[in-house]
């Protein structure tokens, strides 16, 4: 696929412009104009959610796939929004409208839009996990460095009561001195649902109004349409998704991540693997990340469990009761509590129930917590400089990070050392590779920052 000129000038022009105003917003009514890049099922969920802001104004809609129901609808509820299949050339055409772009696609495709929208100095929302690699994330979190652009990844949970939770339950005393996590997700989802796969799929007829050439994006590989691959079975794919810990890692582990600054693992060790295959995630795995000292805080290590029935051992002080495996969570083990959690941004407990309620009744325990305005609501609101996002690309960049080398791990096995300094896996030079991954030919300047 070839990149025009006109678009590689254009983007530098824009970025030179919007250098000079930064934080100004073009829209009615001091709206932002938002132009919004794929309009699947989770897409169309999130344009509700950014409409009841009142502050967005939906400018342009792109999707691959022209033929949904949800492309559909959204032209419906938004006649005024112009329609594009390829991204490029909505930047292209209609890029000085702009005040922000939302990012929903595959993960496969996170990374050259959201560069690209940065470039032209546009604020962005990335859906999570910020990108597929551990590059593309590095070279994210650089570019709002360099183009001072507003940024938010889609762990809606991490603007939320949990986040003043744990801030507070932190300042207060209560969260300290934490050594190790367990966190699982047992739900069944969609992201690997064919056993052991012999190698990618083969062709079958395309689907009508379907741009395959776009929806590859940068992945070098010359795969044919699928449907084990769009929509929705890409998840499972190394190659285009990030299986079940990329998709559910940044809602269970976001407050943990940040308010114990974790940054990167110095290990990563994959316990249990069911079915380890080439092409797509295990059925199952159970993955260990170590971490060092830091500021004061002592080593500690999180276990990791996917898949159906690979469940972790329960606290002495959940005795008595049942795990809901269909409900994500997380239990934080600290010197004088163990901490019970769910995901998206869900309060914690202290276990067993009862030590919470003395604290509670001797006032020993925080529990008002103050208010945010949503995940994206705080998004547009930074978009016209009135607060700052709290996942910031500099936030959830190393926590993207992280569930990147989680990935790696699922996918060779073995135990892979990190050096926190230089950012390099020292022990397996495949693993150190795969850090980046090949382009596709024509696509390389999106990694050029």
Same mark, same amino acid.
């Given at each position: 696929?070839?990149?025009? $000129?006109?678009?590689?000038?254009?983007?530098?022009?824009?970025?030179?412009?919007?250098?000079?105003?930064?934080?100004?917003?073009?829209?009615?009514?001091?709206?932002?104009?938002?132009?919004?890049?794929?309009?699947?099922?989770?897409?169309?969920?999130?344009?509700?959610?950014?409409?009841?802001?009142?502050?967005? !104004?939906?400018?342009?809609?792109?999707?691959?796939?022209?033929?949904?129901?949800?492309?559909?609808?959204?032209?419906?509820?938004?006649? !005024?929004?112009?329609?594009?299949?390829?991204?490029?050339?909505?930047?292209?055409?209609?890029? *000085?409208? @702009? =005040?922000?772009?939302?990012?929903?696609?595959?993960?496969?495709?996170?990374? &050259?839009?959201? @560069?690209?929208?940065?470039?032209?100095?546009?604020?962005?929302?990335?859906?999570?996990?910020?990108?597929?690699?551990?590059?593309?994330?590095?070279?994210?979190?650089?570019?709002?460095?360099?183009?001072?652009?507003?940024?938010?990844?889609?762990?809606?949970?991490?603007?939320?009561?949990?986040?003043?939770?744990?801030?507070?339950?932190?300042?207060?005393?209560?969260?300290?001195?934490?050594?190790?996590?367990?966190?699982?997700?047992?739900?069944?989802?969609?992201?690997? &649902?064919?056993?052991?796969? &012999?190698?990618?799929?083969?062709?079958?007829?395309?689907?009508?109004?379907? =741009?395959?050439?776009?929806?590859?994006?940068?992945?070098?590989? =010359?795969?044919?349409?699928?449907?084990?691959?769009?929509?929705?079975?890409?998840?499972?794919?190394?190659? +285009?998704?990030?299986?079940?810990?990329?998709?559910?890692?940044?809602?269970?582990?976001?407050?943990?991540?940040?308010?114990?600054?974790? #940054?990167?693992?110095?290990?990563?060790?994959?316990?249990?693997?069911?079915?380890?295959?080439? +092409?797509?995630?295990?059925?199952?795995?159970?993955?260990?990340?170590?971490?060092?000292? $830091?500021?004061?805080?002592?080593?500690? =290590? @999180?276990?990791?469990?996917?898949?159906?029935?690979?469940?972790?051992?329960?606290?002495?002080?959940?005795?008595?009761?049942?795990?809901?495996?269909?409900?994500?969570?997380?239990?934080?083990?600290?010197?004088?509590?163990?901490?019970?959690?769910?995901?998206?941004?869900?309060?914690?407990?202290?276990?067993? +129930?009862?030590?919470?309620?003395?604290?509670?009744?001797?006032?020993?325990?925080?529990? !008002?917590? #103050?208010? *945010?305005?949503?995940?994206?609501?705080?998004?547009?609101?930074?978009?016209?400089?009135? *607060?700052?996002?709290?996942?910031?690309?500099?936030?959830?960049?190393?926590?993207?990070?992280?569930?990147?080398?989680?990935?790696?791990?699922?996918?060779?096995?073995?135990?892979?050392?990190?050096? $926190?300094?230089?950012?390099?896996?020292? !022990?397996?030079?495949?693993?150190?590779?795969?850090?980046?991954?090949?382009?596709?030919?024509?696509?390389?300047?999106?990694?050029?920052?």
């Amino acid at each position: 696929m070839n990149i025009s $000129r006109r678009s590689t000038l254009f983007v530098a022009s824009a970025t030179t412009a919007c250098s000079l105003i930064p934080g100004k917003v073009l829209g009615a009514n001091g709206k932002v104009n938002v132009a919004w890049i794929g309009v699947g099922g989770r897409g169309n969920r999130i344009i509700t959610n950014f409409e009841k802001s009142g502050i967005a !104004n939906f400018i342009a809609f792109c999707d691959v796939q022209q033929d949904t129901k949800y492309l559909q609808e959204a032209q419906t509820r938004f006649p !005024n929004a112009k329609i594009f299949q390829d991204w490029r050339v909505m930047l292209d055409q209609i890029g *000085n409208e @702009i =005040d922000a772009v939302v990012v929903l696609t595959p993960d496969h495709n996170h990374f &050259p839009i959201t @560069i690209s929208a940065m470039a032209m100095g546009k604020h962005v929302y990335t859906e999570k996990p910020l990108a597929r690699t551990f590059q593309e994330i590095e070279l994210l979190m650089a570019a709002e460095q360099k183009y001072k652009v507003v940024t938010q990844m889609g762990n809606q949970g991490h603007t939320s009561d949990n986040f003043n939770q744990f801030k507070a339950w932190q300042e207060a005393g209560i969260i300290k001195d934490v050594t190790h996590v367990d966190a699982y997700m047992n739900k069944w989802r969609r992201w690997h &649902p064919w056993g052991d796969v &012999p190698g990618y799929p083969t062709g079958e007829p395309m689907r009508a109004h379907l =741009d395959w050439d776009i929806w590859k994006g940068v992945t070098p590989l =010359d795969v044919e349409y699928s449907d084990k691959l769009h929509p929705g079975n890409w998840r499972g794919w190394h190659q +285009y998704g990030t299986g079940c810990f990329g998709d559910w890692g940044a809602h269970i582990l976001d407050t943990i991540h940040e308010f114990l600054e974790l #940054g990167l693992p110095s290990t990563i060790t994959a316990k249990k693997r069911e079915l380890p295959n080439p +092409y797509v995630f295990p059925l199952a795995s159970t993955i260990n990340f170590g971490f060092p000292e $830091r500021n004061g805080m002592p080593a500690m =290590d @999180i276990d990791w469990y996917d898949g159906a029935e690979n469940l972790p051992p329960l606290p002495p002080e959940f005795a008595g009761k049942t795990l809901n495996k269909d409900k994500p969570g997380k239990f934080i083990y600290s010197k004088d509590y163990v901490f019970q959690g769910d995901s998206h941004g869900s309060l914690l407990q202290i276990l067993p +129930y009862e030590k919470m309620r003395e604290l509670l009744v001797a006032g020993k325990l925080p529990k !008002n917590f #103050g208010k *945010n305005p949503d995940h994206y609501e705080s998004f547009l609101r930074a978009c016209r400089g009135e *607060n700052t996002t709290n996942s910031r690309f500099s936030v959830s960049g190393p926590l993207s990070q992280m569930l990147a080398l989680g990935c790696m791990a699922q996918r060779l096995g073995g135990s892979l050392e990190f050096d $926190r300094e230089t950012k390099q896996i020292t !022990n397996n030079k495949l693993a150190n590779s795969l850090l980046k991954d090949n382009i596709r030919k024509g696509w390389e300047q999106y990694y050029k920052l």
